[in-house]
């Protein structure tokens, strides 16, 4: 259950300004239970909920709090489940800092796949580059993301071919 407080926070966001979900991670961060009170957030149907939790989630994971593969599990079925931009960029982000173990390899390759066609350009540059994390823990997967590679860098905007060149691949 979240507290009343945590509602405020998540009714006072204008759209714009992340502050409501900066104090939100403040008070988390020094939780033991940080972790799954974000998670809760997500799952809320509060409003900015999914948005909000999204930003804590990926602040906090940024910070050092540490968790296990049964997250990527859950990020990919908000990443499916999600119509927000921002939440899908935020989920997309949160994949530098978890751990991706195989069983998430193929329906997260899948899921990124279909993303690198997202109307967004934010959302399509952090879609290749989840490609590219998948690639480099599973070479399964890297012929194709070097083709994908390859064609982006032709008809991309600037800003996803920069995010592309950031990616080492084997």
């Not at 602040?59 to 997250?71: A, F, P, R």
């Not at 800092?97 to 934010?122: Q, V």
């Amino acid at each position: 259950m979240l507290s009343e407080s945590i509602y405020k926070k998540l009714n006072s966001y204008d759209g714009k300004r992340v502050a409501p979900f900066q104090e939100i991670a403040e008070e988390l961060a020094i939780q033991p239970d940080a972790l799954e009170v974000t998670l809760s957030i997500i799952e809320s149907n509060e409003a900015h909920a999914h948005v909000g939790g999204t930003w804590i989630l990926k602040n906090l994971l940024e910070l050092g709090l540490e968790s296990d593969g049964s997250l990527c599990k859950k990020v990919l079925q908000w990443l499916r489940e999600s119509t927000e931009i921002d939440a899908r960029l935020h989920l997309l982000q949160i994949l530098n800092h978890i751990e991706i173990p195989p069983s998430c390899h193929e329906p997260l390759y899948a899921t990124a796949r279909e993303l690198i066609s997202d109307r967004n350009t934010f959302v399509r540059a952090w879609a290749y580059n989840a490609l590219g994390l998948i690639a480099q823990r599973n070479p399964q997967f890297l012929a194709e993301t070097k083709q994908r590679f390859e064609q982006a860098q032709q008809r991309e905007a600037p800003s996803i071919r920069a995010r592309i060149r950031n990616i080492k691949l084997p």
